[in-house]
């Protein structure tokens, strides 16, 4: 077998060793983008509250549930975009050592980062998300008693 042959076998593996890592790694994706999306969406409610809006007024803005759900989809794909990405960044710079071990070790290496960092992100942004929606309605809120 050809030292070229050797590694491209041995990114193959490494990438199908990271796919399999994958599985478990997206449940802890989607729950902490979850997590974040729904301790974001009761922040937003409460600040929709501390602004005089009713009940039903926030229920047609989001709801908890809701925001965990989006969250969980954001926690998802900016994790598995991050897995994929940092997989083929360690595998790259695996091959450029020119040992077929270090190829795997960095495809996996960096398959791990990178789902960390994806995640991470898709946890911030579903937070803020959810407070931003809060933002925007409280706003529309009193632009609408502005013109009343």
């Keep these: ?7 491209e076998l041995c990114y193959q593996q490494g990438v199908q060793a ?9 449940i802890g994706m989607s729950m ?10 009761y922040e937003a409610a409460q600040r929709m509250q501390r602004a005089g809006m009713s009940d039903d ?7 908890v549930p ?5 969250g969980a989809g954001k926690g998802l794909g ?3 975009g991050g897995l994929v990405g940092g997989m083929g960044v360690g595998a790259g710079l695996g091959a450029l050592s020119g040992d077929s071990e270090t190829v795997k070790n960095l495809a996996l290496v960096g398959a791990g980062l990178g789902s960390l960092a994806g995640a991470g992100y898709g946890t911030y942004t579903s937070y803020q998300d959810e ?3 809060a933002r925007i309605a ?3 809120r009193e632009a609408a008693k502005k013109r009343r």
């Design 78 to 80: 900016y994790g598995f």
């Design 32 to 41: 902490t983008g979850g997590v974040g999306g729904g301790m974001g969406a």
């Design 57 to 63: 007024q926030i229920d047609e803005v989001l709801s």
């Design 1 to 7: 077998m050809t030292k070229q042959a050797e590694l």
């Design 131 to 133: 407070l931003e929606r």
């Design 138 to 140: 409280i706003l529309e």
């Design 18 to 26: 990271a796919f399999e890592k994958a599985a478990y790694a997206s």
């Design 66 to 70: 809701g925001g965990a759900l989006r």
